[in-house]
């Protein structure tokens, strides 16, 4: 897997959805089309943190590493590569951090 150098802004966070192999009960594939975007991934890149009203610097609470739940269609989503996706969202956006 290429490195990729990316520092994200403000409160937000670049994640790598982890995707699932989607199959159905009777064992059929169900090709890239008919899957669900994921809302699973790990975070790869934490901006520094959002500035509040009185000009301070409010810390993330996700840091590199973490796996997290995101929003369905949160996001911008892009290609690093031809076969890697990466999310650019908003912290506000991950429901939750998975713990392991």
Do not use: H
């Not at 937000?12 to 059929?28: C, D, Q, Y």
């Not at 890149?45 to 929003?71: H, I, Q, T, W, Y």
């Amino acid at each position: 897997m290429a490195e990729i150098k990316l520092r994200p802004l403000a409160d937000r966070v670049v994640v790598e959805p982890i995707e699932r192999e989607e199959m159905t009960p009777s064992g059929i594939i169900l090709p890239e089309t008919a899957k669900e975007r994921p809302q699973e991934g790990r975070v790869i890149a934490v901006g520094p943190g959002r500035v509040d009203e009185n000009g301070k610097r409010v810390p993330m609470e996700v840091k590199v590493g973490d796996r997290v739940l995101f929003a369905k269609y949160a996001g911008t989503e892009f290609k690093v590569d031809t076969t890697r996706k990466l999310l650019i969202l908003k912290e506000s956006d991950i429901l939750a951090i998975i713990e392991e």
